[in-house]
């Protein structure tokens, strides 16, 4: 089998660029990783905050558990925002824009294919005969292995 996912027509140059776009992309999505990695984490100290709370209440110390309840428990990480509007409103403005405009350019330019760039040097890092180098999961023998052999025959 081949690698081959270039459209007809489709020059280096803009290989380059819907590599660079599609790069681009996977930041993005990095970053949403991140945000609600930072979401799923400041929800759980708030939590453990309020947990805290309880725990001052039972040993005593009323007047810090109503501080930190009155100033902490529930308080916005940003102006009038708790982290799931963060999440929602990057997703709304950003990351959904971002995906759209990655795929529309991709389908312009590309016929919708992904991943020229990278399918292209994937090919060009090949060891001719290689077991471990085969193009696609489709050149592996009916028991998955490469050819039929076992990996300890490789």
Request: charged residues 35%; proline residues 4%.
């Amino acid at each position: 089998m081949t690698l081959d996912r270039r459209p007809d027509g489709l020059d280096d140059d803009t290989v380059t660029a819907l590599g660079r776009l599609s790069e681009a992309l996977e930041w993005v999505e990095r970053a949403r990783g991140r945000l609600y990695d930072f979401h799923q984490m400041s929800g759980h100290a708030d939590l453990l905050v309020g947990e805290a709370v309880d725990a001052l209440r039972e040993a005593g110390h009323d007047a810090q558990a109503d501080r930190l309840e009155r100033e902490l428990v529930g308080r916005n990480v940003v102006e009038g925002r708790w982290t799931f509007q963060l999440v929602e409103e990057y997703d709304d403005t950003y990351w959904s824009v971002a995906r759209d405009l990655e795929a529309a350019v991709r389908d312009e330019l590309a016929d919708g294919v992904r991943h020229v760039h990278e399918a292209e040097m994937k090919a060009d890092r090949i060891t001719p005969g290689h077991p471990r180098h085969r193009p696609t999961p489709a050149d592996v023998g009916d028991d998955g292995n490469a050819n039929g052999r076992s990996p300890l025959e490789e």
